[in-house]
């Protein structure tokens, strides 16, 4: 996962955007953010740490820094509506 967000590619970067229905620029924009944000979601994706919190709070960042990004803001959008 850490060399999947400090890459900001990858079969998780690639997995994250397929299952949110990333066109090609949203998953582009995706590993941009990913790479953005590798610090606060590596720390909270350790896998020695692993909680049900942690992965709710991980999940919580990445949307609110996809809300902040005028490339995925639609994408989170759209997601949201379809739920």
């Known amino acids: 996962m850490s060399e999947a967000l400090a890459l900001g590619q990858g079969e998780v970067v690639d997995e994250l955007a397929s299952g949110l229905g990333l066109d090609e620029a949203e998953h582009v924009a995706l590993g ?18 692993l909680t049900l919190e942690r992965a709710a709070r991980f999940a919580r960042h990445l949307a609110d820094s996809m809300m902040g990004d005028a ?3 639609p994408a989170l959008e759209r997601n949201v509506s379809a739920s």
């Open 32 to 49: 941009k953010l990913l790479r953005k944000e590798r610090r606060v979601l590596g720390d909270l994706a350790d896998p020695g740490n």
């Open 71 to 73: 490339t995925l803001r």
